[in-house]
């Protein structure tokens, strides 16, 4: 199982557009290493932004 993967690649396992993914990398400052993307530091990047967002969003009511 490979885990460095072209952005197209890394799409089609996350479920998303292929420039979403680049974005993505950009945003959260994961690196692309010769058009390849480390899947394993891409999703737990992803994971940890998410729960950060969650955390600071603030219940109303």
């Known amino acids: ?3 460095h993967l072209t952005p197209t690649e890394l799409a089609r396992e ?3 557009e292929r ?3 680049i974005e993505k990398c950009l945003e959260m400052g994961v690196p692309i290493f ?3 993307v ?3 530091l891409f999703f737990a990047t ?3 932004s998410q729960s ?3 955390d ?3 219940p109303t009511g």
């Open 46 to 48: 992803l994971s940890e």
């Open 52 to 54: 950060t967002l969650m």
């Open 56 to 58: 600071q969003r603030v």
């Open 1 to 3: 199982m490979a885990n």
């Open 14 to 16: 996350a479920g998303m």
């Open 34 to 36: 010769h058009g390849r």
């Open 38 to 40: 480390d899947k394993t």
């Open 19 to 21: 420039k979403d993914i």
